[in-house]
């Protein structure tokens, strides 16, 4: 009979801590996607607000309008600056995830490698005990034929 891999707790640790990490990393990389959305629609409302804005201007603005207009614009460009920074932060921990995700990767991937040399070893050395037998069941039949 085979004996278990000793270090099989090990492994199953391995697995569960690469398996967090792996959904650490999809939730990583859903929020930065989250983020890149956030930063396209202002930035795509920034153009629509200003065509608006110089539409406006064609057909004349009063100076309490145009004040409006301006104050507005320079909050959505806030809001963008701010909108990058949080990208580029999170394009950060997305990335500082994957470094973790590829570490528990590695080290899952050289326990499955001990598991797998074991289990070929205790294999071999099955198929020799079987062997043993049938020689010895063999030698004795051999040797029960040449009694009679």
């Not at 590695?106 to 070893?121: I, Q």
């Amino acid at each position: 009979m085979a004996r278990p891999f000793s270090l099989q707790t090990v492994l199953e640790l391995m697995r569960c801590r690469n398996d967090e990490a792996t959904q650490r990393l999809a939730s990583l990389i859903a929020t930065e996607d989250d983020e890149k959305r956030k930063l396209a629609l202002l930035l795509q409302y920034r153009d629509e607000y200003t065509t608006r804005f110089r539409l406006a201007a064609q057909n004349g603005l009063g100076q309490p309008e145009w004040r409006n207009y301006q104050d507005f614009l320079d909050r959505l460009d806030a809001a963008i600056k701010q909108q990058y920074q949080s990208v580029s932060l999170q394009a950060t921990h997305t990335a500082a995830g994957q470094v973790e995700w590829q570490r528990q990767r590695a080290r899952l991937k050289a326990f499955d490698t001990l598991s797998e040399r074991h289990r070929v070893s205790e294999a071999r050395l099955e198929l020799r005990q079987e062997q043993k037998i049938q020689d010895e069941f063999a030698a004795r039949m051999g040797d029960h034929e040449q009694e009679q």
